[in-house]
Every structure is written in C-alpha cells, then in structure tokens.
C-alpha cells in the first residue's frame, strides 16, 4: 500500500452531482404524487389526493411544473457532460464497456459461490450503468410521449390522430416501470449497504472495496492519470461556452415556444358553460313527494340541510322563505349547478342522479312539503 494511513471514505459526487440528484428526487416524487391519481383515477385514494392537492386542474399543472423542472435538469446534465467530454476531456466512465459483461458474468459465478472473489470493478459498475442507462431511457420516453401530450391538437396536425392515445399508452406504462426502477435503485444504491455518498459526496471505503475494488486500488496506489494542463483546458472552454450558450439559448427558446403554443383543456372553458340544459325535463312534471324522499337518499342534505334550508357547510339555502328556488335560480341554472358542481359542491352524474329525478327534486324544492 503505498499510503501509509487508510482513509475510511473517498470522495464520490461533487457538490453539483448531488444537487442534481436532489432535483431529481423532487421532480420524480412531484411527478409520481400528480401523475399516479391521474393513471389510477377510479380509485378512492386517487380521488382523496386530487381533492387534497386542489382538484384536477390544479393536479394537471402541477404535474406539468414538475416536467418542466425535469426537462431543466435533463438539459443542464447534458450540458454538464458535454463540459466534462469536450472540455475537460475526461473519459466516459458511463457508457457500457465489453469488460461490464464480464463483471456481470463473473458477479453472478461470485453469488452462486463459483467465483472465490466478487469481480474487482471501476468507478461505474454494470449495475451501476444499467440503472443509470434504463433510467435515462425512462426519462426520454416519458419527456418525448408527455410532449406530445401537452399539445394534442397541434401534434395531430402533424402527425395521424392515433399518435395521442398511443402517446398515452406509452407514457403510463412507461411512467409505471420507472416507478418500479426508481424503487429498485433505491433499494440497491442505498439501502443495501447503507450507501449514503449521494448525500455527503463520500463512498465509504468497505463499499469501495466492495464495488469498485479497481478504483479503490488506483486510488490508494497513488497513482494519478495525467490530466490536461489549465492552459488547455482554459482555451477549450473559450471555443465551448460560445457554442453552448448559444445552443441552450435556442433549446429554451423552441421549448417555451412549444410549451406556450396551446391552451388545453386546462383553461379552455369554464366550468359553469359546460353542461347544457336537458329539454326532454319536464320541470312541471316533477312530484314533490318522490322529490322529498329522495332528498334524504342524496347527498345534497349533508351540505344544504335535511330541509335543504341551508347548511353548516357554506351550502345556501334553496327551499323555503330564504331559499333560491323558484326565486333566482330557475330550472336551468338548477340543472347546471347540479350536473356540473362547482369548487365547493360535487357534480352529480346521470347515473348517479338520474334527468327524471331533477324534475321531482325540483318540484319537491318548490313546495312547501317536508321531506
Ligand atoms: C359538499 C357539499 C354539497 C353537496 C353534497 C351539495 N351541494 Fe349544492 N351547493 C353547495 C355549496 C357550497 C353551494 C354554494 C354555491 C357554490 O359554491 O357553488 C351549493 C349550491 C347549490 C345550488 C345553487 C344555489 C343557488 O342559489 O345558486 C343548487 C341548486 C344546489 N347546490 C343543489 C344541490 C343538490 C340538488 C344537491 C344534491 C344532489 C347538492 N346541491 C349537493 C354544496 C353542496
């Protein structure tokens, strides 16, 4: 050993690496958090979490704010290596190498015991790199289909109609299996052997020795690849950063471009104009009666009162002296508020709440029977 003292940990990620994981950690739960309700959205616990993070319109949103925070971290990675290939001219320790098949194979001879010694590996194992490789993949299907997704109309101007549902096929499934390698990884890189170096920026020796045995060894040997002199470098940078400024300064640009160009249904109507009024209802036709015993069996009394006399919910009242029925609300509007809710009311559905039952709520609401 040529260092007289070991060192228990060695240094791994730079404080920008690991600012960069840190984004990725948020942009991943964000995107998980608003876009797993949206895939699951039949279920109780989708619903309870798109009410909780504000409704759909405010989920969708949100799910796009954390795609734009991804798009601006996979932009800066890729301009951070092509500083560190082009610049600083460091090798490409990620991209697979034949000896990765090696280290797999002897790996797998290693766990089933026919191998006395794990293989010694470098700086980035093959376990390393088809996690980073998969991930990367992931990422790319998912930004690609999600942009086709955040301009539908447009897209199908170019390409045939179907591209948007195929999109979407992909986009969630694929968006499932990153879930699953997310949870690998962070079973594999961290929990395993406790591997905090993402973290603090230091790998502890016992998993150097472990993992990256070669390194380890170049390492503590003291041995050191000559690197390039900072006149070089210096001039490199000069030729670089013009380019790169310029090349980034065009992608913002197509992306705000893209990602402005169409409103969606997000902003596109109003909530209020959306259902349009029934005229096979006959209002008139209603029974109070059947209204009133209804009323009971629906939701509307646990917000507006059992005599629909007003709420301790902020529900107004709609019978009676003081309510709107039959005063300002007139059948229509009615219809509307019910088929369509509002922020603070549920919409109910036709199958929930069938067209022939408005017409004997409404009847029931104008009368000045109980229920
Ligand atoms: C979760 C609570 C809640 C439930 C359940 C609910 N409402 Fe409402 N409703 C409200 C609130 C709050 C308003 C006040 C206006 C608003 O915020 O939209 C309202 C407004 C209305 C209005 C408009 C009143 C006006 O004067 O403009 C009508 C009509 C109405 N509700 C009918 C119903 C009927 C019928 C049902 C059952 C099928 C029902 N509501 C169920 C909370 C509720």
Redesign the pocket.
């Known amino acids: 050993m040529a260092q007289d003292v070991q060192r228990t940990h060695y240094r791994r990620f730079s404080p920008a690496q690991r600012f960069e994981h840190f984004v990725l950690i948020i942009a991943f739960i964000g995107l998980a958090i608003t876009g797993l309700p949206q895939l699951f959205a039949g279920e109780a616990w989708a619903q309870s979490l798109i009410l909780a993070l504000g409704r759909i319109e405010s989920v969708r949103i949100l799910h796009r704010f954390m795609a734009l925070l991804l798009i601006v971290e996979v932009l800066y990675h890729v301009l951070s290596l092509a500083y560190k290939l082009l610049v600083l001219r460091q090798s490409a320790s990620m991209l697979p190498r034949r000896r990765d098949g090696r280290d797999l194979l002897d790996w797998l001879r290693y766990t089933v015991g026919r191998l006395p010694e794990r293989p010694r590996m470098a700086h980035y194992n093959f376990l390393q790199k088809i996690d980073y490789w998969l991930t990367v993949l992931s990422i790319l299907v998912l930004l690609v289909t999600g942009l086709l997704l955040w301009n539908p109309i447009a897209v199908t101007g170019v390409l045939p109609g179907g591209a948007i549902p195929v999109a979407q096929a992909i986009h969630k499934n694929q968006a499932l299996l990153l879930v699953l390698l997310v949870v690998w990884h962070t079973y594999n890189a961290f929990l395993k052997q406790f591997n905090v170096s993402i973290f603090t920026g230091n790998l502890a020796r016992r998993i150097m020795l472990e993992e990256h045995a070669e390194e380890l060894e170049t390492l503590e040997s003291g041995e050191q690849t000559p690197g390039a002199s900072g006149e070089q470098v210096a001039s490199r940078a000069r030729r670089f950063w013009p380019v790169a400024i310029v090349v980034t300064v065009l992608v913002a640009a197509g992306l705000i471009r893209y990602l402005t160009y169409q409103q969606t249904a997000i902003t596109t109507v109003p909530r209020q104009n959306v259902a349009i009024f029934a005229p096979d209802v006959q209002p008139a036709a209603g029974d109070a009666a059947i209204g009133g015993a209804l009323w009971s069996t629906?939701?509307?009394p646990?917000?507006?009162g059992p005599q629909a006399t007003g709420g301790p919910?902020?529900?107004?009242a709609?019978k009676g002296s003081s309510g709107?029925v039959g005063k300002?609300?007139t059948f229509e509007k009615?219809y509307a508020?019910?088929r369509n809710g509002?922020?603070?009311?549920?919409a109910?559905r036709p199958e929930e709440?069938p067209d022939g039952y408005m017409a004997h709520?409404w009847a029931w609401l104008s009368s000045k029977s109980t229920s």
């Open positions: 629906l939701r509307c646990i917000c507006h919910e902020g529900a107004p709609l709107s300002t609300l009615f508020q019910v509002s922020d603070k009311m549920p109910f709440l709520l």
